[in-house]
């Protein structure tokens, strides 16, 4: 079983910068490709980034530019910077780790959720 745990959300005024951490408690964690997802207010939930477990690395076109995704296996947390914010990047995030058995389907674990407000 993985378990992502997200944090590092909060109020922040445009312009400004948060770091947004996704970790896992698990063995297999270097197996596992992460996504940042996100939900804003009234909308569906949409990719932001992602990382595989080769470190390639890919943006939605609202993130690029403004945001990096990177991993640290030996501390089991893929990292989401996230600067120059806007209001529109207001929403919650969500940390989305799968993993790919041998012999099924790949399997998919979501995190809670961390809230990111853009506002002044």
């Known amino acids: 079983q993985v378990q992502p745990v997200e944090s590092g959300g909060g109020l922040v005024q445009p312009g400004g910068s948060l770091r947004l951490s996704c970790a896992a408690e698990?063995?297999?964690?270097?197996?596992?490709?992460i996504k940042w997802y996100r939900q804003p207010p009234g909308k569906g939930r949409e990719l932001v980034a992602e990382?595989?477990?080769?470190?390639?690395?890919n943006y939605a076109d609202s993130a690029k530019g403004r945001f990096t995704i990177t991993r640290v296996n030996a501390e089991n947390t893929v990292y989401l910077q996230m600067n120059t914010l806007k209001p529109e990047d207001t929403a919650v995030y969500y940390c989305?780790?799968?993993?790919?058995?041998?012999?099924?389907?790949?399997?998919?674990?979501w995190g809670q959720g961390t809230q990111v407000t853009v506002s002044s």
């Open positions: 989305n780790a799968r993993r790919f058995p041998r012999s099924t389907s790949p399997l998919d674990y």
């Open positions: 698990t063995l297999i964690f270097a197996a596992l490709d």
């Open positions: 990382i595989d477990i080769d470190g390639k690395t």
